[in-house]
């Protein structure tokens, strides 16, 4: 019997990018609509935005939504770039991943922020 | 139609003879053909009675041997099961599989693939061998739709003639291995899955897969084996995760 391959780490990002694809199917065009169309027609005042973070839930529902929308545009990314051959895979992967990390860090901070900040 | 028996279409047929030829070709054919003809008739009328070397697989006519897969217009099908009326006016480009190294003319070298089919320990292993005497190993119908259509398919390799991930690396299981894996992993009577698990959680088993899905619409069989794969990524991920809590029971 031959020994079994060596396992890849592809499946962490496939399970971060399969669970904003869910989200994103299910609220994406809700908050399309919302953000894209309903708030810019009446903006709120953004004391009046900030406030809708302070309920620790909606804090997060924002903590699920926004890094997993990003490590599903990630993901898709990354895919795209590996079948054009846009470059060698390790800079490709850091490229696209390291953005979702960094936009996941920033949310998470700035969430923070919001939640326990004055 | 007054001159339904001098309807003709031409051919335009992908030529490699290794022995005569520095590269592969087109050469075209013009054939007289019926309503009711398929490509892969008009390869035999061609053999027959224009170029007699000219090379291609087939056997059973009727898309269950699965052995004449080839490109027909750029999309991978299976000649016996495609009709010249379909293709008319023409000129029809007909080309050997996607994919594969050709052997000669229409013909492609499979031994890669066969590998690859052989090593997934493509039969069922019983949890425990009963001796003849002790019957047969039920199975209730909802337990045999499980796997059923995984096991419809006929190894005519049209979905790694379609699978640009393939095309891209050779070394890719591919969708019809997969199928294959998916129909004894999902059938009741096998106990295999964890050999068979272990084989794919590399980067040249499943995760070479970017969900194209093209193997599916290629297949002739309607196998899905897109889906097959996509399955097989769900428990290849969560095995990724939860194999320090599973029981070894390996000697």
Redesign the interface.
């Known amino acids: 019997m ?1 020994r ?5 780490i ?3 990002f ?2 971060l990018f399969g669970a904003g694809g869910m989200l994103s199917a299910l609220f994406g065009t809700g908050l399309v609509i919302v953000t894209g169309f309903l708030l810019p027609a009446s903006p709120p005042s953004y004391q009046a935005a900030a406030a809708i973070l302070h309920n620790p839930l909606a804090g997060l529902v924002a903590l699920a939504t926004i890094p997993l929308f990003f490590w599903h545009g990630a993901e898709r990314l990354f ?1 795209t770039l590996k ?1 054009m051959r846009a470059g060698p895979r390790p800079l490709l992967a850091l490229i696209s991943y390291g953005a979702a990390a960094v936009g996941t860090l920033v949310t998470i901070l700035l969430i923070f922020l919001m939640e326990f900040g004055s | 139609m007054a001159d339904r028996d001098r309807l003709t279409i031409e051919l335009w047929i992908l030529r490699y003879r290794p022995a005569q030829d520095e590269e592969p070709h087109f050469v075209s054919y013009t054939v007289t053909y019926t309503e009711e003809m398929s490509v892969l008739e008009a390869l035999q009328s061609i053999k027959d009675e224009q170029d007699g070397s000219l090379s291609f697989r087939w056997s059973c006519r009727m898309a269950i041997c699965g052995s004449c897969g080839m490109m027909i217009d750029g999309t991978p099908k299976l000649a016996c099961s495609t009709f010249l009326r379909d293709l008319a006016p023409g000129p029809v480009k007909i080309a050997p599989l996607e994919n594969f190294p050709i052997e000669r003319d229409l013909v492609v070298t499979v031994a890669d693939f066969v590998k690859k089919i052989e ?1 997934i320990y493509p039969f069922i292993m019983p949890k425990e061998t009963k001796p003849v005497e002790a019957g047969e190993y039920l199975q209730t119908p909802a337990q045999m739709a499980a796997y059923e259509p995984f096991s419809d398919c006929i190894n005519c390799m049209l979905c790694y003639a379609a699978c ?1 991930q393939f095309g ?1 690396n050779p070394d890719f299981i591919g969708p019809g291995a997969m199928a294959l894996l998916q129909r004894y992993n999902g059938d009741s009577r096998d106990a295999g899955s964890r050999e068979r698990l ?2 794919i ?5 499943v ?1 070479s897969c ?1 969900a194209v899905g093209l193997c599916s619409e290629a297949c002739p069989k309607l196998v899905d084996p897109a889906n097959a794969v996509n399955q097989n ?1 769900t428990n ?2 969560f095995d ?2 939860l194999r320090g809590l599973r029981k070894e029971n390996h000697s």
């Open positions: 031959t079994p391959p060596k396992r890849t592809a499946p962490i496939w399970l895919l079948d | 090593s640009p891209a272990d084989l959680h590399g980067e040249d088993g995760w970017t990524k290849s991920a990724f995760f």
